[in-house]
C-alpha cells in the first residue's frame, strides 16, 4: 500500500473519530442569544442521550437565564434552581433515550454558556447541526478526490 493511500486512510479514520467523540461525561457549549423578541434572545441545543438516566442543566450568562427542554413535547424539570448570579439549574431524572432540544432564553446579544451534566451511568452526545455535518462530508469528499488524483498520477509515471 502507497504512502500517500495510507495518509488518506489516517485522514479519514481522524475525521470519522472526530466526529463520533461527542460523547462524553460533561458537554459545553457556548454562544450568543438570538434575537426573537424586543430585548429578548434565544438559542437551542439539540443533544441524544445514548442511555436512559437522569441530566442538569447549567445556563450562565450576563443577564437573567432561563430555559426548557423539549423532546418535542416540553419535559417538566425535577428541581429548578435561578442563581443571582444569572444562573439557572435544571435537573431532570427518568428520561428516557433519545434526542431533545434544551430552548434557552436571555438578553438578545449576550453570550451564554449551556452546560450539560449527565447523571451517573448515563451518556449524553452533541448532535451535529446539518451545516456542519454537510462541511465535514465536504471536506472527507476532497481528501477523496485529492488521494485520487495522486494515486492515478502515480500509476501514470510509472
Excluded: W
Excluded at 39 to 68: D, M
Excluded at 73 to 95: D, G, N
Amino acid at each position: 500500500m502507497s504512502s500517500q493511500m495510507k495518509c488518506l486512510m489516517s485522514a479519514v479514520a481522524g475525521a470519522v473519530m472526530a466526529l463520533s467523540a461527542g460523547a462524553a461525561n460533561a458537554l459545553t457549549v457556548s454562544g450568543t442569544f438570538d434575537s426573537i423578541y424586543p430585548y429578548t434572545g434565544g438559542a437551542s441545543v439539540t443533544f441524544e442521550l445514548l442511555s436512559s438516566g437522569g441530566i442538569t442543566t447549567v445556563i450562565s450568562g450576563t443577564g437573567p437565564t432561563f430555559g426548557g427542554l423539549y423532546s418535542p413535547a416540553p419535559v417538566a424539570p425535577s428541581a429548578v434552581l435561578s442563581l443571582p448570579s444569572f444562573q439557572s439549574i435544571y435537573s431532570f431524572t427518568s428520561l428516557a433515550a433519545g434526542i431533545y432540544t434544551f430552548e434557552l432564553f436571555g438578553p438578545a446579544g449576550t453570550g451564554f454558556t449551556f452546560d450539560i451534566i449527565p447523571s451517573y451511568g448515563t451518556s449524553v452526545a452533541l448532535v451535529p447541526e446539518p451545516e456542519s455535518l454537510a462541511l465535514a462530508i465536504a471536506g472527507l469528499g476532497v481528501l477523496g478526490m485529492l488521494g485520487r488524483r495522486r494515486l492515478s498520477g502515480a500509476s501514470s509515471q510509472a
